[in-house]
Nanobody
Framework: QVQLVESGGGLVQAGGSLRLSCAAS????????IGWFRQAPGKEREFVAA????????YNADSVKGRFTISRDNAESTVYLQMNSLKPEDTAIYYC???????????????????WGQGTQVTVSS
């Protein structure tokens, strides 16, 4: 079992930056793949980024490549999402999710994650 709590959301102007945190509690955090997803009003939840359980591989959606960076600190049981050059279309509720050692083909699909945080709101004004 893993419990996840997101923080760091807020209101920012276009072009600005935010860093989201996903703090985990529970056993064997270092064995869990962690993903970030987002859901804008009226839209489906979509993949943003993920980090392998070892931290050795990261994955990004095309829409955020070059702007968002995911990282993890297993000693602190925390995963970060650094978001730069934010755009109004990045406005959404951002969720972190976890599951045990997902393979490369599985990390982008929300159905493969069994543990979810409550979400944090990110609003980017134009």
């Amino acid at each position: 079992q893993v419990q996840l709590v997101e923080s760091g959301g807020g209101l920012v102007q276009a072009g600005g930056s935010l860093r989201l945190s996903c703090a985990a509690s529970g056993r064997s955090f270092s064995s869990y793949t962690i993903g970030w997803f987002r859901q804008a009003p009226g839209k489906e939840r979509e993949f943003v980024a993920a980090t392998s359980w070892s931290g050795g591989r990261t994955y990004n959606a095309d829409s955020v490549k070059g702007r968002f960076t995911i990282s993890r600190d297993n000693a602190e049981s925390t995963v970060y999402l650094q978001m730069n050059s934010l755009k109004p279309e990045d406005t959404a509720i951002y969720y972190c999710a976890a599951d045990y050692r997902l393979n490369d083909l599985a990390v982008r699909f929300l159905k493969n994650y069994n543990y979810w945080g409550q979400g944090t709101q990110v609003t980017v004004s134009s």
